[in-house]
């Protein structure tokens, strides 16, 4: 099976995400929340590349976020880090979710 480079391009982005928050503002929470995420959707990942239709993880994984960091966002209106935390979760939906439809079995 091929990996899932996009699902790990994902997971690096949200622990470099929660580490960058740590450092620039001493965030404790971004660093635990970015971290366990990040791990979240490696493995998520991981088993996405083992069976194509094992993305449940990876669903919860980056509907979670879109949904958390959404609702930043609109508290907020500051694009980093929560609009492009939820831009690149709500692209990792939509890979998700085409993904689901790819690998569907069909009826004959």
Request: charged share 10%.
């Amino acid at each position: 099976m091929a990996a899932d480079w996009i699902g790990l391009s994902y997971a690096v982005l949200v622990s470099a995400g929660g580490v960058l928050g740590f450092v620039k503002a001493g965030s404790l929470t971004s660093l635990v929340a970015g971290l366990l995420f990040g791990l979240l959707a490696a493995v998520g990942s991981y088993q996405t590349s083992q069976n194509p239709r094992n993305v449940w993880l990876s669903l919860a994984t980056a509907g979670t976020l879109a949904a958390v960091m959404g609702f930043r966002f609109l508290n907020s209106w500051k694009f980093m880090p929560a609009g492009l935390m939820t831009l690149a979760s709500a692209l990792m939906l939509v890979k998700i979710i085409t993904g689901m439809l790819k690998t569907r079995p069909h009826k004959t």
